[in-house]
């Protein structure tokens, strides 16, 4: 026991070692691209942020490419966890790319409606293709590499659909945690996290969450007393943390964090409204989300991602939290009308909920939604998260038990899981597979 301590101490002051070495000489990097990729006439063109490192590269070696979504690519946390094992061990040219909209990759001056319609997926793609076309033709040494992309969330999909719509440029894909399956509505997500809060923090926990919902926060029930009381006491909103706490701790599977909350929760005297005051000014004071309404700011900042988040999901994804369902604990405090109606105060009268579902079918048609049909991809998923319904049909998946979303893109331990272990062994399995050329094994065939 204790010499495993010391052992991960080590591993941990070795890793740390390692990483402040590779920030020196990881590089940030601008790549010029255009505006629009498809049309013609229009010959704007901006900078996209990414990072470059050479330090592992042995010639013959891969390209492997991190990317990055809807958050803002930090340089000082590049080289983490199994991208950074990857690079180390397949001596890879290593990429980080950042996506247009987010960060410091700004491809118009605001987001502005009319300035937020190259947001596309797939004016995202073809920034991806540019970039390894790109690469290839100025860095002599990686001219006939192999190419491996990984990605976690929104970024899995990306790499999914790149392998679809441009398979001359990618060997191999790693996709964790992908939320393929766009849903106008998705009250999945209340009920999965519905779940991790009976799991982790058990019954009375839920059935309490349940009560409040139900008795003092029903949308349809505003006229009364008590709904009446807490929107005067500015309470109601405090509400929602709760409700995005208890969200966070499930897609981070934070069983400490859910049991904590818990423990708060039920003190509270479930027929007494003031005692529901006190639990949530607790809230209140927990300064965990911020209610200024970001969305509205049409300015970039690298720190916010609110607008362009919103954006894509009302013009393209939907996927609308919503508390639609029966069988989760909510109630009805996050009514699907009353978000969907968000997009059209936001973005204007064209986004309505028939212009948002038609888009949603046309992405699920183009894409194939939990069944892209594409090979050369190994698809993770976490247990308890979430997002799990929302990815590839299971039998296509690896399905790891007791972590959180995406978090088989971390670091190897001692202390993992062994299906945790199994799965990224597997990846290293199959990249090694597609980077020699003969990713003949038959997992690597199955079209999924
Ligand atoms: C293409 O770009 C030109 C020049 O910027 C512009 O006038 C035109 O409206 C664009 N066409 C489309 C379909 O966006
Ligand atoms: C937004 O950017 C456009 C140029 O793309 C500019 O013409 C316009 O004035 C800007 N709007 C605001 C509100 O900053
Ligand atoms: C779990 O939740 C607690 C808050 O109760 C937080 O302090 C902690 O950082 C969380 N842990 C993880 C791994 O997210
Ligand atoms: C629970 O309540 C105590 C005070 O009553 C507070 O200090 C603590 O932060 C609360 N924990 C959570 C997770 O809200
Ligand atoms: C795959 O190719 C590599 C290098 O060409 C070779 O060493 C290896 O034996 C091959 N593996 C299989 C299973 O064919």
């Keep these: 026991m204790k010499l495993n301590l010391v052992y991960l101490l080590l591993l941990s002051q070795l890793t740390f070692i390692l ?119 100025t860095i002599p040494e990686i001219a006939n590499s192999k190419v ?61 969450v349940e009560h409040f919902s139900k008795t003092f926060l029903n949308h349809k029930r505003q006229k009364s007393d008590t709904y009446k009381m807490l929107k005067l006491l500015n ?34 005297d479930p027929k007494n409204i003031n005692e529901f005051g006190r639990l949530l000014k607790l809230f209140q004071s927990q300064t965990v989300i911020d209610h200024t309404d970001k969305v509205k700011m049409i300015n970039f900042n690298p720190k916010y991602a609110a607008r362009q988040n919103f954006y894509q999901t009302c013009s393209e994804f939907g996927d609308i939290f919503s508390t639609s369902s029966r069988h989760q604990p909510f109630g009805d405090t996050h009514p699907f009308g009353k978000q969907v109606a968000k997009c059209k105060e936001v973005f204007g009268p064209k986004f309505t909920i028939d212009y948002i579902s038609g888009k949603v079918d046309e992405i699920t048609a183009k894409y194939g939604a939990q069944h892209p049909n594409v090979d050369h991809i190994y698809f993770t998923k976490a247990e308890d998260d979430p997002w799990r319904w929302a990815g590839i049909t299971d039998e296509c998946a690896t399905i790891i038990p007791g ?34 050329g003969n990713g003949t094994t038959r997992e690597t065939l199955i079209k999924c």
Aim: glycine share 6%.
């Design 19 to 137: 990483a402040a070495f590779m920030d020196i000489v990881e590089k940030s990097m601008w790549i010029e691209q255009k505006v629009d990729h498809f049309n013609k006439s229009d010959k704007r063109t901006w900078q996209m942020q990414y990072l470059a490192s050479d330090t592992f590269f042995k010639p013959g070696g891969p390209i492997i490419i991190n990317i990055n979504a809807e958050w803002e690519m930090v340089p000082k946390n590049h080289f983490f966890g199994m991208y950074f094992e990857l690079v180390e061990i397949f001596n890879a040219y290593a990429f980080e790319t950042e996506h247009r909209y987010y960060g410091r990759s700004w491809p118009v001056q605001n987001m502005t409606v009319e300035n937020l319609q190259y947001l596309t997926t797939r004016q995202v793609l073809a920034d991806l293709a540019h970039f390894i076309r790109q690469q290839k033709a």
């Design 148 to 208: 491996i992309m990984i990605g976690c969330s929104y970024a899995a999909n990306l790499v999914t659909y790149f392998r679809k719509d441009y398979p001359e440029l990618i060997d191999g894909g790693w996709a964790a945690g992908a939320g393929l399956a766009y849903r106008l509505d998705y009250s999945d997500g209340y009920v999965s996290a519905g779940k991790s809060l009976r799991k982790f923090g058990g019954d009375a926990c839920y059935d309490r």
């Design 235 to 268: 309470l109601a909103e405090y509400f929602e943390d709760m409700r995005s706490i208890i969200l966070v701790h499930a897609q981070h599977r934070n069983a400490t964090g859910m049991q904590k909350l818990c423990k708060n929760i039920t003190s509270v």
């Design 403 to 436: 972590i959180g979303h995406c978090k088989e893109l971390r670091a190897r331990a001692p202390t993992d899981w062994p299906t945790t272990s199994a799965a990224q062994q597997k990846a290293i399995d199959l990249i090694r597979d597609w980077i020699n």
